[in-house]
């Protein structure tokens, strides 16, 4: 195999069993940008999916992409990883190490899940996202990344939850994340009432127009959010008529923001 990543066993390749490496050195997946080759390695793994590490570029610089993230396998369940640590000096400046950049500020979304039944997920926690900032541009197609309080006016959606018509991600778990300079960061309004129990911990939501929103018709349920901070957005959390869902916040801060909810 194509690449230079030392695996367990002392092997070099870009799999190992159901886990497999983008990014680096590793030129065996197709598509131009690393939203393609995410997706070209997603669609390489067992139908019950596995987990996909994303090896930092050597000059320490975001990955710069305008291909969609899709996650929408029924069934086919992924935990996403940034491999070094994520870097940042202060709150609007640019970010760096395990770090997707998301050069459309279109009405489209950096990373689409949507990989649970519509009959449910079994109670099983775990898939998701984990340690990546993921980072929109200041304006289309532009190398520049957004660093303005409240966002630089885009209407792409950081992760998005549903969206492919199927169950959402029940139980899903992100962690150690930085979402920043979107129209929405993190948005459930899709999710439906199958994909309930999401839990993000550890993560910040800033410089967006709306940092969370969860604003389905059926009511999301059992969102919880640990240690998270959610900042300098035109508006914290939008749950704007959310019928029967629910959202527990434990620690964290909720701040600076133009409008908390």
């Known amino acids: 195999?194509?690449?230079?990543?030392?695996?367990?066993?002392?092997?070099?390749?870009?799999?190992?069993?159901?886990?497999?490496?983008?990014?680096?050195?590793?030129?065996?997946?197709?598509?131009?940008?690393i939203g393609a080759q995410i997706n070209s390695a997603y669609a390489s793994l067992p139908a019950t999916g596995g987990k996909i590490i994303v090896l930092p570029q050597a000059n320490g610089a975001c990955?710069?992409?305008?291909?969609?993230?899709?996650?929408?396998?029924?069934?086919?369940?992924?935990?996403?990883?940034g491999l070094s640590p994520t870097q940042i000096s202060n709150v609007s400046a640019v970010s760096s190490g395990s770090c997707l950049q998301y050069t459309h500020v279109t009405a489209t979304h950096a990373i689409d899940i949507d990989w649970t039944p519509t009959g449910g997920g079994g109670y099983m926690p775990g898939a998701g996202v984990r340690d990546l900032v993921i980072v929109n541009s200041a304006s289309e197609g532009s190398s520049t990344q957004c660093t303005t309080n409240g966002g630089c006016g885009s209407s792409a959606t950081g992760i998005y939850i549903g969206n492919a018509g199927n169950g959402g991600a029940h139980k899903g778990y992100f962690e150690d994340?930085?979402?920043?300079?979107?129209?929405?960061?993190?948005?459930?309004?899709?999710?439906?009432?199958?994909?309930?129990?999401?839990?993000?911990?550890?993560?910040?939501?800033?410089?967006?127009?709306?940092g969370i929103q969860d604003l389905i018709s059926v009511g999301h349920e059992n969102t919880t959010l640990t240690g998270c901070v959610i900042a300098?957005?035109?508006?914290?959390?939008?749950?704007?008529?959310?019928?029967?869902?629910?959202?527990?916040?434990?620690?964290?801060?909720?701040?600076?923001?133009?409008?908390?909810?």
């Open 177 to 210: 994340l930085v979402v920043k300079g979107f129209g929405t960061g993190f948005d459930m309004e899709d999710a439906g009432g199958i994909g309930w129990g999401i839990t993000i911990n550890n993560s910040a939501f800033i410089l967006n127009t709306i």
């Open 1 to 33: 195999a194509n690449g230079s990543v030392v695996i367990p066993g002392s092997l070099t390749a870009n799999t190992f069993n159901s886990v497999v490496y983008v990014g680096g050195n590793i030129t065996t997946w197709a598509g131009s940008d």
């Open 232 to 261: 300098v957005n035109t508006k914290g959390i939008n749950t704007t008529g959310i019928p029967g869902g629910d959202m527990t916040i434990v620690g964290g801060s909720i701040d600076s923001n133009t409008t908390a909810d």
């Open 63 to 81: 990955y710069q992409y305008s291909t969609p993230i899709e996650f929408t396998t029924v069934s086919k369940y992924i935990i996403l990883q």
